[in-house]
Each structure stands twice: as structure tokens, then as C-alpha cells.
């Protein structure tokens, strides 16, 4: 199914972005654990829409859970939570069934679907769909963290500003809680400032911005993974390529390494004043051979800028046959980058655990 992701970890995502609720069902979670529900709330208030230099839209996306979890705990059963949908506005989208967006997935999904897609804030195709992705990847992260496995993304580009990037081969997890506290998902303040100034820039002039989240984990145990089709990068990219607005993801050197020697590019080994096999380099990006080698894993993820823009733009009248213009109404985030790192930490959570053996 084209919402469901997994193995181990069995997850459904549904609705749409102006149906009555979305949700997501998800099967494999162990029975007793507690849900931290503050540590889930901050979560998902990363994520969520009415914040500063994010779409006007205010959401609460506060999850109420009708099964899975008991008295607090999870209790075997499929788990099912849902968020309603409670500030939508259908009409901002009505000329829209025969105008199809530039950049959205409007005309092939009423070619696929025969007209019947829903247009409203992109029907299941919204990135509103990441809300319930992040109710389990919020759950999970906190049972990774449990085991002594930890995640965090941050900015290193909007606009030519963001961190410096993240130190490839230390783990750096005293640094993971800073970001996670700040409203921009940086360590570096002055990055936040420039970032601030490149939003409000494009969004003066009825534009938007993309941008690149890099993502570490930490913690993994050697061997995380297989080869082939079960490498632990394909698992993340395939659950990172869920996200909507993504278009590119990379590891380590990523493409980087298409111009490197083999003597430049190798992560050479040794032992540590623990005995334990390290790299002094960290260009595979914690994954060979799709197996987890211990090192940090590092990828960084490209988002387009959000194609709902106040600018006019040429499209065409599908009710007319001929070619037309288009001027897009409605509330929407300049730069999805902003609610994207949360978004990102759940997906590589998700893909992480569904790696993770039984035991």
C-alpha cells in the first residue's frame, strides 16, 4: 500500500489534509512501554502549523489514541491515533479542479484517480500526512533513546544560511538537546538569524525557499542492516522518500564521492582506548555495504520550496482545454524546511527500529 511502510514495525498512514481526521495504525510496537506524552507533545509543536515563519493554519495536533496503549501503556494491540482536522478552509481550493498547481500533485493525481482526488490542501498528498508519521516516529525515538540509540536533524541551508555541519565522526549528543529546544532547528545563532531574514525575504515577495536537513544517529550497533535491497540506507531513504517535498538524499560524502580517489574516499579503521573498531574518517557515512559500522550515520536531505507560492503562474484550464494562469490562495509555509526536521527524526526513527532485530 502506497501509506504503509515496514517490516517489524507495520505502519498505515491515513486521510487527507481537510478530511474530518488523519491517522495512522501501527503494528509491531512492544507491549509496556509508557508513553512519555510531554516528550510526544513537544515533538509533534516542532512539527506543527502557527508558529513563526510557518503557514498561518493553527492546528493543535494533539493525538488521541482509540487503541494500543493502556493506562498510558502500550498493550500488543495495533495501535491507532488520530489528530481532527479542526482549521480548514476548502473553498481556498475550489478553481483548483481545473486549474492544477505547478509543482503539486494536482494533474497527475486527476489523471491517476479519473477526477476524483481531493484537491482540498492536497488531499493524502499533503505534507499534513507527517503529523501522524511523527505520533510514531515521536514513540519510537523515545525506545531507541532507551537503548542508548539517539537521533536529531538540524539546518544547514536556507538560502546560503544554516550550521556548519555536524561532526561526522563524535557523537555530539549534548549538542542534539540545544537544537531541539530552539524554534529554528539550528545550533548556531547567527545561522538562525539569517535564516529568519531569507524566510521573510521570499515571503514578502509571495515566493517560498527550499533547503537541505542533515540528520545524525548515533548509538547504532555494528552490522544494522543487510546488503542488496535490505541495506539500512535504502530502509531510511525509502521511509525518508515518504515525506512529502523531498527530493534528494545523500550519505557521508554522498555525491561528493563520484569525485574522489579510492585512497581519498576509504574510512581507514582502528581501535580506540576502549578496544573498540572505529574510522578516523567518516565519508560512508556510517553505512557500508548497507550495515551499520558503527561510525555516527549522516545523510542530509533535500526539500524543493513550497510550490504553493502568491505569485502568478502559468498553468492550464483543464475544463477549457487551453492554456491559462494562476493565482494560488490559501495559507501555506514559505519554507517547509522549518517543520521538516522533526518530520525527518521520525522517519529515520521508524526506519531504524524496523531494522532493529527482534530481540
Known sequence: MAF???????????????????????????????????????????????????????????????SGVTDGVTNGAPLTAVIYNENTRSKDYSELKIKPRPGHSDYPAAVKFDGHNDIAGGGQFSARLTAPLCIIGGIV????????????AHIVNIGGAGDPPFDPVNEERALFADIKQNNIAVYDDAAAEKISAAVEQVRAAGDSI???????????????????????????????????????IDFGAGFSAGYLRGSENNDEYYFDENGNVKTYTNRAGGIVGGMSNGMPVIFRTAFKPTPSIAKAQRTVNLATGQNDTLVIHGRHDPCVVLRAVPVVEAAAAIAVYDALPEH
Open 210 to 248: 527550499g533547503g537541505i536537513v542533515e540528520c545524525k544517529i548515533v548509538g547504532l550497533p555494528v552490522g544494522l542492516g543487510n546488503g542488496g535491497f535490505g541495506g539500512l540506507d535504502g530502509k531510511i531513504a525509502s521511509a525518508i522518500f515518504g515525506v512529502p517535498a523531498v527530493k534528494g
Open 141 to 152: 525515538i523515545e525506545i531507541l533513546k532507551r537503548q542508548g540509540i539517539e537521533i536529531c
Open 4 to 66: 504503509s511502510y515496514g517490516n517489524r514495525l507495520k505502519l498505515s498512514i491515513f486521510g487527507q489534509s481537510h478530511s474530518a481526521a488523519i491517522g495512522v495504525t501501527c503494528e509491531g510496537l512492544p507491549a509496556g512501554v509508557r508513553i512519555d506524552f510531554d516528550a510526544l507533545s513537544a515533538f509533534m509543536a516542532r512539527r506543527a502549523p502557527g508558529r513563526n515563519l510557518t503557514t498561518p493554519r493553527s492546528e493543535k495536533d494533539a493525538p488521541v489514541f482509540l
